[in-house]
């Protein structure tokens, strides 16, 4: 599948909008001849079928891209730094490596979607939905996971320090070696969780009566 541009992505959404319909980046599918001109007709850009869109090391910085469908999208090492996608659907999407850093995913969907060694440092994923999804070694620095779904979701190795889970869904998590230092974790929901190795620290905050010394997890002050 051919590799598309920021400007080919940029046309697909600002078209879309125009005409008051939904973003649906659910793949791209085009030919070359079609890529290789200059710009998007209108007509090509209403045929695209938007089918697992290959947008790998892509420069997506600061786009808005809010509400896009881009379910099973290859986004690997993706630059997505401040780009807005509130309520997008990426579930099963690939976006390991990718750049993140504040970007704004509120009420998304991320459902199995790959995050592995992504960075969502000081992201906003209250209400996203991110169960079953891969984080493992993900930088969530100062994230806010407020309310977020993350059942059954993998968290090994990730970087939560001053993390806002405030009420989180964390039924069933991977959190062995994680990072929870000054992490907010009232109200959340710990049961069947993993914290093996994870570090806290004084300022961490569990739940009522949530005792981690029983759980594996180790304290560093």
């Given amino acids: 599948m051919t590799k598309l541009t920021r400007e080919h992505v ?3 959404v600002a078209s879309a909008r125009v005409r008051g319909e939904k973003v649906d980046l659910f793949g791209l599918n085009l030919n070359e001849a079609e890529l290789r001109r ?21 420069d997506l910085r600061a786009m808005d891209l809010r509400q ?8 690997s090492e ?11 659907n990426l579930s099963m999407a690939v976006l390991c490596l990718a750049n993140l850093d504040r970007a704004n995913l509120s009420e998304a969907k991320l459902i199995k979607t790959n995050l592995s060694q992504v960075n969502l440092s000081q992201g ?10 891969n984080l493992n070694r993900a930088n969530l620095h100062r994230a806010n996971l407020s309310r977020a779904k993350l059942s059954r979701a993998n968290l090994s190795s990730a970087d939560l320090s ?7 869904d964390l039924r069933g998590v991977d959190l062995r070696r994680a990072n929870l ?35 594996g997890a180790i304290r560093e002050d």
Avoid: C, M
């Fill in 10 to 12: 940029l046309q697909i």
């Fill in 38 to 58: 200059a710009k998007l007709t209108e007509t090509e850009i209403r045929r695209a079928k938007l089918n697992g869109i290959e947008l790998p090391q892509a």
């Fill in 68 to 75: 896009v469908d881009l379910v099973g999208a290859n986004l």
């Fill in 78 to 88: 993706a630059d997505l730094a401040q780009a807005d996608l509130r309520g997008a």
């Fill in 124 to 133: 906003i994923l209250n209400q996203a939905n991110l169960g079953e999804a």
């Fill in 162 to 168: 001053q993390a806002d889970l405030n009420g989180a």
């Fill in 181 to 215: 230092s000054r992490a907010d974790l009232t109200g959340t929901n710990l049961s069947g969780a993993n914290l093996s190795g994870a570090r806290h620290d004084h300022a961490t905050i569990w739940p009522v009566n949530f005792n981690p010394d029983y759980t």
